[in-house]
Every structure is written in C-alpha cells, then in structure tokens.
C-alpha cells in the first residue's frame, strides 16, 4: 500500500458541456498515468489509461479490489474498436448501432494492444462507449481508452454523486470531476459475445427484451437472480458481495398492504433488540413506516426513479449506522431485472415472504 496521501481535486464541470481547459488537464493526468474519476449516464467511473498496465494496477489498489476482477473499456468512437478486438463480431456492430453511445458493456476477443492487467488476466475484453459528453470528451482527451471500473471503493454500491466518490477515494487519485447526479443509477448492462448464444452477465438499463429484438436469441446468465448451489456468476465482479450496505438487507415480498405489515413487524423484533433499523420503500408507502430511518426511491410507477436512488439509499443507511434494513421488492419485469439483481446481491439473496 502507498503511504503518500494524494491531493484529490474536485473539480465541477458542466456535464453536457464540459470546460475544455479542464477536460485538457484531466486527460493529462490520464496520459500520464493517473486517477481521475468522472460522470457516466449510469455511475461514475474510476479512470486510467486502459492501455497502460501500470494505470490498471494503480486502479485496483485505489478501489482495494480483486485484481482477477477485470474493468470495462471506454471508447468514444467506432474506429476505436478495431485495435483493441481480436475480432468484432457481427452482433457487436449491430448493438453498437442500436444502442451506443449508452449504457451497454459488450465482451470480446482481446487483441495484444489491451494488457492483461486490464482484463484481470483475461483473453477477453469488456467494452462500452458511454452517453454522456463530458465522459467522451475525457476518453478523446487521454487517448481514446479510458479502463473505469465503478468509482466506489470495493464492496461499497456505486457512486451516483460525486460526493460518494469523494467518501470512498479521497487522497487515492487525482481528481474527480464532478458532474452532478448521474442520469440512470445502476451500472451498464454487460452481454458475453464470445460464446454461441449472446449473454447478459449483468443486467442494466438495456434489457434482455431490448437486445432481443435486436439480436433474436439472447440469455441470461442463470446465476444472476437466484442463488445456484455450485453456480458461480460468469462476470467476476459479479460474484463479489457487492452493491451491499454495512447492515443486514432482507428483501420482503408479496401483496403491498401484507409487505408493509410485515415490515413493520420486522422492524419492531429488531427494535426491541436494540438494532437500529431501516426501510427501503416507495413514495406509496413511505408514511406507514415506524423504522429509524426511512428512505423512499421515488414512485413504484417509475421504475427509473426506483434504479436512480437505489445506491444513494444503501449508502445512506451506512452513514446512519442502521443495523437491519428491510427493503420493499420490485417487479424483474424489464429494468425491473437490473434493480432486483442488485437488491437481490445486496441482500445476499434472502427473501422473506409476507
Ligand atoms: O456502467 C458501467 O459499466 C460502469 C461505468 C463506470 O461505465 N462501470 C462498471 O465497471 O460498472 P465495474 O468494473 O464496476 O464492473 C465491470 C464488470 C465486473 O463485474 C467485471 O467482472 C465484468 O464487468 N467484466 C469486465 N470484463 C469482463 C470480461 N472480459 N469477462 C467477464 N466479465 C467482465
Ligand atoms: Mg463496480
């Protein structure tokens, strides 16, 4: 571990427009060899040169993450593709037309050009351009590939603010651009092209209906939202307890009013334990709870409200020293899927049945 602190610059930015100056000496760093992280439209992301080893390293000590665990590659343009595949597959150009930029990871075949420090020793290669100007004008600035793993320290749920960046990295990296609230909140779907049929190994923003209609036969790995006796998650960092707040999560399913009895019940058992305790619910609900502290994720109608204030939620909980947290669960309809994977992970697949 380094023992010299960092001076983290925290520097704001217009995220549709970011000050060129700043973008300038941001990509310096990068090109350098440096940390900076930056907004993306689903989380931020902990930045280095995706093609410099020594960058990739420097990102798993910052994050204290598994260097097995390899970070996704972003790119800003399509001719970026090229030198860093083995081959693009037929199927990576047509979702590229479909749905990038945007919140879509795509895994293929390596070329020498990436090291296996960014990979995590890996033949293959995570990729994604991201829908956000300032995140693009970073990547044309250092170079054109930019390794960002999710700018939380390992363990800790994703940053949707700058803030949380700042709480987890601070004194570890060189500067964070700050770009207010992100606009999705759950990190990028990720669909494996290497095999015969494409698989999501992570389920996001773009769901498996989506990529179908674009691709025909899509699956999902089987491991993502149930517990598999044996399974193990085909993403590596899938596998890590992740997306997980510092208390005990319990996900609570079944009929609304039964849900929310239930949970009261829940919360009274562990009050009278002494445990400080917290409810995860909806703008619905959200007056019919007696718990410590309670946070609502928005509307139940608005599935992307529920996504967008998931992590922010989990992270509040741990700031507050809630002890037991009982969440209200979602329809896996659609972006439903991406929102229970996480809840799911983050509760370490326990459910309770009201
Ligand atoms: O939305 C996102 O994807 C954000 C923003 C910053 O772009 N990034 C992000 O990166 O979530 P990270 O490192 O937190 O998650 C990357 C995931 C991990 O679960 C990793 O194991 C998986 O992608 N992954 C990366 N390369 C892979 C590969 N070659 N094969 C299988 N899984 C891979
Ligand atoms: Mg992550």
Same mark, same amino acid.
Do not use: I, L, Q
């Given at each position: 571990m380094e023992n010299t602190e960092l001076q983290t610059q925290l520097l704001p930015v *217009?995220? $549709?427009? =970011? *000050?060129p100056a700043i973008i300038a000496q941001a990509g310096q760093i990068l090109k350098d060899g440096g940390l900076v992280a930056f907004p993306t439209e689903t989380v931020y992301g902990l930045g280095g040169d995706a093609l410099n080893p020594d960058s990739s390293r420097k990102i798993y000590a910052a994050k204290g993450r598994p260097s097995d665990n390899p970070l996704i590659v972003h790119i800003a343009e399509m001719e970026a593709l090229k030198p860093i595949c083995a081959q693009i597959p037929e199927t990576m150009r047509r979702l590229a037309e479909a749905f990038?930029?945007?919140p879509l990871t795509m895994i293929v075949p390596k070329s020498d050009l990436v090291p296996k420090e960014t990979t995590g020793g890996l033949d293959t290669v995570a990729i994604r351009m991201p829908d956000h100007e300032t995140a693009l004008a970073l990547i044309r600035a250092a170079g054109g590939y930019i390794a960002a793993p999710s700018a939380n320290a390992s363990g800790r749920p994703s940053p949707t603010l700058a803030s949380h960046v700042m709480e987890d990295l601070q004194g570890r990296i060189e500067m964070i651009l700050d770009g207010g609230e992100v606009g999705i909140g759950v990190e990028s779907t990720i669909v494996d092209l290497t095999g015969e049929v494409p698989t999501i190994l992570r389920p996001g923003y773009v769901t498996e209906e989506m990529l179908r209609r674009v691709l025909g036969e899509v699956q999902t790995d089987p491991t993502l939202m149930q517990k598999v006796e044996g399974g193990r998650p085909?993403? =590596?960092?899938?596998?890590? $307890?992740?997306?997980? =707040?510092?208390g005990t999560l319990s996900l609570v399913e079944g009929d609304a009013a039964v849900v929310t009895e239930r949970i009261n019940a829940l919360i009274a058992e562990a009050a009278s334990e002494g445990k400080k305790t917290g409810v995860l619910c909806t703008e619905e609900t959200l007056a019919e709870y007696h718990a410590d502290v309670v946070r609502s994720l928005g509307s139940r109608a608005d599935m992307r409200s529920i996504a967008l204030h998931l992590y922010r939620a989990l992270r509040e909980f741990d700031t507050e020293g809630v002890e037991m947290i009982y969440a209200e669960s979602f329809s896996r309809d659609g972006f439903g899927q991406a929102v229970m994977n996480r809840l799911l992970k983050a509760a370490g697949y326990t459910i309770i049945q009201a």
């Open positions: *217009d995220s $549709r427009t =970011p *000050d990038w930029p945007g085909k993403a =590596p960092g899938m596998r890590y $307890r992740h997306y997980a =707040p510092k």
